[in-house]
T-cell receptor, first 113, second 111 residues
Framework: DTEVTQTPKHLVMGMTNKKSLKCEQH?????MYWYKQKAKKPPELMFV???????INESVPSRFSPECPNSSLLNLHLHALQPEDSALYLC????????????FGQGTRLTVV | KNEVEQSPQNLTAQEGEFITINCSYS?????LHWLQQHPGGGIVSLFM???GKKKHGRLIATINIQEKHSSLHITASHPRDSAVYIC?????????????FGKGTHLIIQP
């Protein structure tokens, strides 16, 4: 199994809603990542979890709250988002070593209305 | 200046043509990745390079560490190769520190 599975694929939410994005992998990878990608732009790193601990937070606003409940799951909790947060949110995983391949999910396309 | 620069930004070619996409980077890296992204979003990893050359089917990737430059080649291009190709680097220093991406090359192969 070399898949990273993200749910949901599409999400529309209001600015007062609370929602969560989910990411799952069963490759035994101990590093998991959240990226944000705006239209026609490259992905931008948001968070890195290594061995279920948050190791990098790229100055992401607190309305985005990551969680890694176990080595296979990564969540991104969303609250009080703004329309400019509408984007494709990509999850990725890799082993924790530097020279290893990264596996990406299909992404969640989020629209904030 | 971006840490990862790709060229060209857009490329339209005829089916069967030999395609080259270039990537230059300005930082020390432990690895360079070539990725493919189709409309709809999902990213597929094509190659991970830390030296030399790799080949997979019609795709070839090379890297010159001294010159901080990599190329992705597609031989006998086909319309299904149409996608955005992204160069991304992992900074040297080890560990899980995410990728820094180039802006991507939007490739269209016309039949």
């Amino acid at each position: 199994d070399t898949e990273v599975t993200q749910t949901p694929k599409h999400l529309v939410m209001g600015m007062t809603n609370k929602k969560s994005l989910k990411c799952e992998q069963h490759m035994g990878h101990r590093a998991m990542y959240w990226y944000k990608q705006k239209a026609k732009k490259p992905p931008e790193l948001m968070f890195v979890y290594s061995y279920e601990k948050l190791s990098i937070n790229e100055s992401v606003p607190s309305r985005f709250s990551p969680e890694c409940p176990n080595s296979s799951l990564l969540n991104l909790h969303l609250h009080a988002l703004q329309p400019e947060d509408s984007a494709l949110y990509l999850c990725a995983s890799s082993t924790s070593w530097a020279n290893t391949e990264a596996f990406f999910g299909q992404g969640t396309r989020l629209t904030v209305v | 200046k971006n840490e990862v620069e790709q060229s060209p930004q857009n490329l339209t070619a005829q089916e069967g043509e030999f395609i080259t996409i270039n990537c230059s980077y300005s930082v020390g890296i432990s690895a360079l990745h070539w990725l493919q992204q189709h409309p709809g979003g999902g990213i597929v990893s094509l190659f991970m390079l830390s030296s030399g050359k790799k080949k997979h089917g019609r795709l070839i990737a090379t890297i010159n560490i001294q010159e901080k430059h990599s190329s992705l080649h597609i031989t006998a291009s086909h319309p299904r190769d149409s996608a955005v190709y992204i160069c991304a680097v992992r900074h040297s220093g080890g560990g899980a520190d995410g990728l820094t991406f180039g802006k991507g090359t939007h490739l269209i192969i016309q039949p």
